[in-house]
């Protein structure tokens, strides 16, 4: 009974010591993913960001609501389409060879806003 007993101080020790631990490397990895996290926004703000070498441009509004659609260049070849709503810039498609896939998601883009009421210029 004694050393049932002791044994099962030793295993309650040893569970609340193990409990800190996991604490502390979960902290630990929290803040490795937030870094992570911040250097691949920081990849996709510099990747959607328009440039001065883009294909087409359009504007679509809707009384006070403003929409952007904008097709760039992405190397030789490529393409890169970027979408802004509410002043918040996303990537939607890209081409690594020519600009056609570019030109047919901003054409649908625009259909649908167009359809949904937007003006596009």
């Not at 049932?4 to 193990?18: D, E, K, N, P």
């Not at 920081?42 to 504007?59: F, L, R, Y």
């Not at 809707?62 to 659609?69: C, F």
Request: with cysteine.
């Amino acid at each position: 009974m004694k050393a049932l007993l002791t044994i099962g101080l030793i295993s309650l020790f040893m569970v609340a010591c193990s409990s800190k631990d996991k604490k502390t490397m979960k902290d630990s990895t929290v803040k490795a993913t937030e870094a992570v996290k911040t250097d691949a926004e920081k990849a996709a703000a510099k990747a959607t960001a328009p440039s001065a070498d883009n294909i087409m441009t359009a504007e679509c509004k809707l009384g006070k609501d403003s929409r952007a659609i904008v097709i760039d260049k992405n190397g030789a070849n490529g393409c890169i389409v970027n979408y802004t709503k509410n002043g918040e810039t996303k990537q939607v498609a890209r081409s690594q060879v020519g600009s056609t896939y570019c030109k047919e998601v901003a054409g649908r883009i625009q259909s649908n806003l167009a359809n949904a009421g937007f003006a596009c210029q």
